[in-house]
């Protein structure tokens, strides 16, 4: 694998790495009320556009017949994106 690609690589590992630390670290964190609504509306994006993907899959994979094939590093990341993003829109929404 060339050298430019590793470092692409590595650097997209790195930014993974870093959104799934603050999708924890958000989670744990204690605050107020007004940032409890904000992580609380952000978990509940994030949960129910997953489990829609999710479940999307299972329905296409049955209609298609074929075998259920995921791959959990890929999910996790796309939570992460998907946590991030919702968590920044909630804040500027409600000014947290």
């Known amino acids: 694998m060339p050298a430019g690609a590793m470092i692409f690589l590595g650097g997209v590992l790195v930014i993974f790495a870093v959104l ?7 989670l744990v964190m204690p605050g107020d009320e007004r940032g409890q609504v904000i992580v609380w509306k952000a978990s509940a994006f994030t949960l129910s556009a997953v489990m829609g993907g999710n479940l999307l899959d299972v329905i296409v994979n049955f209609v298609k017949a074929r075998p259920m094939v995921s791959n959990p590093f890929v ?3 796309v939570a992460a994106i998907l946590y ?4 920044m829109y909630y804040r500027k929404r409600h000014g947290g």
């Not at 991030?84 to 968590?87: A, I, N, Q, Y």
């Open 84 to 87: 991030f993003v919702s968590l």
């Open 75 to 77: 999910e996790l990341e």
């Open 20 to 26: 799934d630390v603050i999708m924890l670290v958000s």
